[in-house]
């Protein structure tokens, strides 16, 4: 592990190309980075699908601006349920990874669900959250 501090690796010139080119889309444009990684995480895990990272590691999202969002609490979770065991915590190379991966299916598949009907993806995102806000709500009230 890189002793600089731990980024987030967004790895070739072509997956790059598309996180910029979904980071200037209107429906995207006013989220952080970190935000529209934690949906390309989730769109990614929602699918099933991790790419796995090829090639040279080139950090894009530094470890000062992991450490002040809520996106590395995210990937824990997904390396758990992804796994089946806490013990990949112990692990941070291990757990990033399987984000990474998950991310960047995320990012291809929102950007070709964006350029097919973007009103669409919207309105798919939109039901998404709504699905996922109310099952909590339903476990909170059975509790």
Do not use: C, W
Request: charged fraction near 35%.
């Amino acid at each position: 592990m890189n002793k600089v501090g731990r980024r987030v690796f967004i790895n070739d010139d072509d997956f790059y190309g598309v996180v910029k080119s979904l980071q200037s889309e209107p429906l995207f444009k006013k989220l952080e980075l970190t935000e529209l990684f934690a949906i390309a995480i989730i769109y990614g895990k929602k699918n099933k699908i991790r790419t796995p990272l090829i090639g040279k590691k080139t950090g894009r999202i530094k470890e000062d601006t992991l450490s002040n969002s809520n996106l590395p609490y995210l990937m824990m979770a997904v390396a758990v349920e992804e796994t089946g065991s806490f013990e990949i915590l112990a692990k941070e190379e291990d757990y990033f990874k399987i984000s990474e991966e998950y991310a960047k299916t995320g990012f291809y598949l929102l950007e070709k669900d964006y350029n097919d009907d973007p009103k669409k993806l919207f309105s798919k995102l939109e039901m998404e959250a709504l699905k996922f806000f109310d099952s909590n709500i339903d476990e909170e009230e059975k509790s």
